[in-house]
């Protein structure tokens, strides 16, 4: 029963659409396995900077990391979380998270042979049983045959907002105008790729989140999930 298709539940969505927050009580919600795969898009793009490689310049230096890139998914035993490591090390949130991670990880994402590689990874996790995976193309591309797909939107300004409280900085009108900008940045970037678009599943439940709290996205989700 683990290939079923009503084992994944799949949340797509631009950047700082608030995925992260919702895929988490989702999977609270239906006690299942909550798999982010931004992480894995950062963690390369942390390692890639990391070796000095600028990931625009040199895709194929980039690609060449992917050989030796030990990178795992860990189900725990006590909860339902997942922990991502990395040379079995917990990753650094601080390392993926930053501004210049942020900037870059468009960049490594837009690369065919790391999109193979991840998506290939993130197949995997269908032997933990029930999932809520999130991220660009999970719909789409990772989990096409799911029975319950998602995308969340809302305006760009909304979502700047967000981040900046979940990172706990003052929302001024400067750091608030930059992170539109850059937010707009990376969803024109991660919608224009070749390989594994942002976009939503022809078959996905769009909801805009942009006058909703995270608890009315959660119980429209688990409703759908019956
Ligand atoms: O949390 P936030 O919305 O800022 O982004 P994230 O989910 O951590 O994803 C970071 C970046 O990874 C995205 O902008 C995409 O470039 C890439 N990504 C992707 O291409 N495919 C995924 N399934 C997940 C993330």
Redesign the pocket.
Known sequence: MKNSPNNQITIDG????G??SIAKRVAEEKNAYCI???????ALTWATLKNNIDPKCDPAGVASLLGEFNLRIIANSQDITTTLLYNDNSIIPEDILSSHV?SQ??YV?IIPQV?DW?VNKQRETKELGLIVM?????GTV?FPDANYKFFLTARPEERALR?LKQTGEHPTELKLATLVESIIK?DK??SEREV?P?KPAVDAHIIDSTTLTICDVVNKIVSICK
């Open positions: 631009p950047a700082a659409s995925k992260s982010n795969t931004g992480e894995m898009y950062r942020t990880v468009s994402a999109r991840m999130e991220g660009r193309d999970i990772v981040r990376r970037i991660d594994g942002l």
